[in-house]
């Protein structure tokens, strides 16, 4: 008796986190799209020592993405005049986050934001909290500022807790994993089949409106946001799974 109730609950749970997907963004999901790929990217910082620092890590985290699916994703200039790059798409560090973003400094890693220009996303700015202790950590600062590339193109927080996707921070980063690779894949596809077909939102306003499309939630802290709950039930759940496994076919 129960080895069949194990049996039962362990197929109610694999369905369930058989079932955790990537998501596509708001704006994104809504049919604005990048015109061009690839996204031409800049890194810019007043501080010369911490440009160099965020430069070198932003190449590594657009690497780990276009090698794992094979597709020229972002574009780098390597210099940015100043400490501003008005217009363009660009890579910063904020010590003003909050009053920035909106978002919480203590619990909030970093954000993305996308503008839309009539159909398309125009423009798109990943700010960095500077604020948040874990972003002077190189390794950190990677697992965060590949999460935040994802979102650039379209992909929003995804419901399975070990993709690099997730809404918390990975503390043990292992790679991008089959979701977020999936998730890409798609964003790149329908990308390109919108740019194929030359697709217009129906929510867009015309050619030469913009406006500022919703921002994308940034990784957080897995100590203060009650959006890490979804994360921690499935690490709960990938355990009980996997008890349930050893029961069942011990």
Not at 214 to 228: E, R, Y
């Amino acid at each position: 008796m129960m080895k069949k109730v194990l049996l039962l609950l362990g197929l109610v749970i694999i369905t369930i986190s058989e079932s955790w997907a990537y998501k596509f963004t708001t704006d994104f999901a809504a049919g604005f799209y990048w015109a061009n790929l690839p996204i031409q990217m800049t890194v810019v910082d007043s501080d010369s020592t911490r440009k160099a620092r965020i430069e070198s890590i932003t190449k590594v985290a657009m690497n780990e993405w276009m090698d794992s699916v094979g597709t020229d994703i972002w574009g780098y200039y390597a210099s940015a005049l100043g400490a501003s790059a008005s217009g363009k798409n660009v890579v910063r560090w904020s010590n003003n986050f909050q009053a920035e973003t909106g978002m919480s400094a203590v619990t909030t890693l970093a954000a993305t934001i996308r503008y839309t220009s009539g159909p398309y996303i125009a423009r798109t700015e990943i700010v960095i909290n500077g604020s948040h202790q874990m972003n002077n950590n190189d390794y950190y600062l990677k697992t965060i500022l590949i999460h935040e590339f994802g979102h650039t193109v379209g992909l929003d927080h995804s419901d399975d807790p070990y993709a690099v996707m997730a809404p918390s921070i990975q503390l043990t980063y292992n790679g991008l994993g089959s979701d977020d690779i999936n998730g890409m894949n798609a964003v790149v596809s329908k990308t390109h089949n919108y740019q194929a077909i030359g697709y217009v939102s129906p929510l867009s306003k015309g050619e030469s409106s913009s406006s500022t499309s919703p921002m994308s939630c940034g990784s957080v802290n897995l100590l203060g946001s009650s959006a890490n709950l979804s994360s921690l039930f499935g690490g709960f759940l990938m355990s009980l799974i996997g008890f349930i496994r050893k029961r069942l076919f011990k």
